[in-house]
């Protein structure tokens, strides 16, 4: 052998050593610890308090490095109960790159991993859950427009204040599999991040996105369970979304392949937005990503939203959703192969262009197809300034409608083709107004027979060992089962009394979900006759409201069974038993409203005297009723400006003894006084950033009668008005 091939045999097998060496070594994690070398770290639960808003618990840095974290828990908090308080950041990646983290658990911070540079990064087989997330101020009644989130802007890590499992920023080429995200408020976030492979990750049941992505590019996302990553939603009452979704891609993020996903029961399936950039310049997009072979069912609003861009959607089950594709300014955009069904509306494209729609199958939705623009529509953005956006040339063939209510709803659109469609069970031609110009209609009827167009396949490589992400068959499915509390989506991890429904007598259904196992009533506050007080679960039960004005239930139960894991993460075996509760408050308020509109002079913020001189005079309307954010919205703007005006509401309240959380939601300005003493002051509008800004908190301990009084003031034209009470309660199962 050569001394040159000798040198190199004995460098690499040096390296190998060193290597093996290296993961043998022992790391034992503690704050502020800085790993630059590969190693396995002491398997036991750390806690390592987060101290501010993104502090750094755990620092990693350095190339070549793999770390075996063993199932180590690094736990930011002693008290998993109010994820809205969570600070810091577990694991930095601070520079580096080549590096690998396996098998570690992060719970109870801001953000579970945050890297930043890193090239060639990998995240496996790895816990984020039970981080992060914001308190939900909608109710099954109301919604709270402060529970809004805006993704529109991530220049500057602005996502951060949402928190998430794991944050990338500028790290090319990473792999991020096998991970699980559940019970936080965003899983995977990504920026500036190209090239990735992402599979067989679990990140649902968060509050806000399962997957984000902002100017990143050329990523596979493939075989992920990103299902009920949901908010605003309350089944028969509203379905808003309000901003969340399994998938969310923004500003400039192109070629991307999502493929194999299970992507239902979320706020959107797939949310596609072309950015500020092209907003203001009328240039590029989100464009030539591909979207095939997901299921985006049970969406409250979109199941895939593609808006401003170019891309394709391809081979996708989207069922019972409000819009299957909502398509806003798509142009040059293919929708072919999906299976559409039960949705209100399957496909409603806006301002489109050159868009195909081919192959698809519609069963029962409600509208098949709406196509229209606004000629009249304002051009307030440089996207309308600098493009041609009217609503032309569409190919509309080899499609099958079956049982569907109304097949095409089109106005102010031209040159459109349709041709070669299938047509059971209905009409296809409905809704066409003398507004739609050059359009051709042809071989459409129950005979047809669709062509197939095998271009429509994209041959994607399959992962090797990807998992089937679709939901079991036997797990339950539909919007009904998009059931929110204070923090989130209910994830089927542990036993939940859920109420149906109250008939005007105050008879309540109830479903009793979870694993399988046994319960039993242990009390019962606020209701009578429970048809049962034990059994097993799953099952339906009725009880009797009791009469009084004032809503206060709480049902306790006891569950044994199966180990389960609680909304907060914390495990409690097989056998052991787990105490939950029904509670249910709500208090009977008679709102009297005085409206006032006031000018530069009565200024709320330059003139406080005659402001309040102001509105302790004659209003220029009175409004009443019993629901406060009613009160306010009927009459917003109706006989009076919707700019420039205050109100003052009053209602008399009697609570039984404890403490509460007291949270106001108002647009722009509110003061909340008990008995004339000022507890809750949001007086600032320079502070209104985010749409959580709008709402505030206060903890006060009341007992009895009091008068509550809120003043409110608002300079623009966004009307909202609500108020929370809600006694504060401690967990049975004192979880730590």
């Known amino acids: 052998m050569s001394p040159r091939r000798i ?92 590096i690998t983290l396996r098998n570690l658990v992060v719970r109870g911070f801001k953000v579970g991993i945050l890297a930043r540079g890193i090239k060639n990064l990998k995240i496996i087989n790895s816990d984020l859950s039970y981080n992060f997330r914001q308190h939900l101020n909608s109710s099954r009644q109301t919604e709270d427009l402060a529970d809004w989130q805006s993704y529109h802007h991530n220049e500057h890590d602005e996502w951060l204040r949402y928190g998430a499992g794991i ?80 998938i969310l891609i923004f500003e400039q993020s192109n070629d991307n392949v999502f493929a194999y996903n299970s992507v239902t029961h979320s706020g959107d399936g797939f949310f596609l937005w072309a950015g500020q950039t092209s907003m203001d310049t009328g240039e590029g997009g989100c464009n030539d990503n591909l979207v095939y072979a997901n299921d985006f069912s049970y969406a409250p609003t979109n199941g895939v939203e593609i808006t401003f861009s170019r891309n394709k959607i391809i081979g996708n089950i989207i069922h019972d959703c409000w819009h299957g594709v909502w398509g806003g300014f798509s142009y040059n955009t293919v929708i072919a192969n999906n299976d559409f069904a039960g949705n209100l509306s399957a496909i409603a494209i806006e301002h489109g262009q050159h868009d195909i729609i081919d192959q698809n199958t519609f069963s029962g939705d409600k509208m098949g197809l709406e196509l229209w623009s606004n000629p009249k529509r304002p051009k307030d953005i440089g996207y309308l300034q600098k493009r041609d956006t009217r609503s032309m040339d569409y190919r509309i063939s080899n499609n099958s409608f079956a049982g569907v209510r109304n097949g095409l709803s089109i106005n ?58 679709q939901i079991p068959t036997d797990h339950p499915k539909g ?14 991890n542990y036993p939940m009394l859920w109420s149906n429904k109250i008939d005007s007598i105050g ?63 914390t495990k409690y075996p097989s056998g052991k038993p787990y105490v939950f509760h029904y509670r249910e408050f709500a208090i009977p308020y008679h709102w009297q409203t005085r409206w006032f509109a006031f000018d530069t002079l009565s200024d709320p913020i330059k003139h406080k005297q005659q402001f309040e001189k102001l509105i302790t005079g004659v209003p220029d309307k009175i409004s009443e009723g019993t629901d406060l954010s009613t009160v306010f919205g009927k009459n917003f703007g109706k006989g009076i400006p919707r700019q420039k005006i205050t109100t003052v509401s009053s209602s008399a309240i009697d609570v039984p003894d404890a403490d509460y959380r007291i949270g106001i939601s108002a647009s722009e300005m509110a003061r909340v006084y008990i008995d004339d003493k000022l507890i809750i002051e949001k007086w600032d509008p320079t502070k209104l950033v985010n749409d959580a800004d709008y709402h505030k908190d206060a903890f006060i301990h009341l007992k009895g009668k009091h008068i509550i009084r809120i003043v409110q003031a608002q300079f623009g034209d966004y009307g909202m008005l609500n108020l929370r009470i809600q006694p504060q309660v401690v967990s049975a199962n004192k979880e730590k």
């Not at 408020?185 to 067989?200: E, P, R, S």
């Not at 409905?430 to 129950?446: A, L, R």
């Not at 919007?479 to 089927?492: A, H, R, T």
């Open 7 to 98: 040198l190199i045999c004995t460098v690499v097998l040096y390296c190998a050593l060193m290597n093996q060496f290296a993961m043998g070594q022992s790391i034992t994690l503690h704050q502020g610890i800085v790993i630059d070398h590969s190693g396995t770290v002491k398997s036991k639960e750390y806690h390592i308090a987060g101290t501010d808003s993104l502090s750094t618990a755990i620092i990693i840095q350095g190339e070549n490095i793999t770390i075996d974290f063993k199932g180590a828990v690094i736990n930011g908090t002693t008290d998993p109960t109010h994820p809205d308080q969570f600070k810091g950041t577990g694991i930095i990646i601070k520079q580096g790159k080549n």
């Open 167 to 246: 944050y990338l920023r500028d790290c090319d080429s990473a792999e991020i599999h096998d991970n699980k995200v559940i019970e936080g408020q965003c899983g995977l976030m990504m920026t500036h991040c190209n090239d990735a492979l992402v599979y067989n990750n679990n990140f649902s049941y968060n509050s806000g996105l399962g997957i984000g992505m902002y100017r990143s590019s050329r990523n596979k996302i493939m075989n992920n369970k990103l299902d009920w990553n949901v908010r605003g939603d309350s089944f028969g009452v509203y379905y808003r979304g309000q901003d969340s979704a399994g």
């Open 412 to 469: 102010n659109t031209s040159d459109i083709a349709i041709s070669n469609d299938r047509v059971t069970g209905g009409t296809l031609q409905q809704k066409i107004d003398s507004t739609v110009k050059n359009m051709e209609f042809n071989n459409v009827g129950d005979q047809i027979k669709p062509n197939i167009d095998s271009s429509y396949f994209p041959r994607i490589k399959r992962i090797p060992g990807a998992q089937n992400a």
């Open 479 to 492: 919007k009904k089962y998009i059931m929110m509390n204070e923090w989130g989506p209910y994830s089927f």
């Open 507 to 569: 008879r309540m259904d109830f479903d009793l979900l979870g694993p399988a196992g046994n319960w039993k009533v242990l009390s019962m506050k606020g209701v009578a006759n429970m048809s049962a007080t034990s059994g097993t679960i799953p099952t339906q039960l009725t009880a009797q409201k009791d009469t009084s004005s004032l809503t206060d239930i709480d049902i306790q139960l006891e569950y044994t069974g199966k180990a389960i894991t609680s909304q907060f993460g």
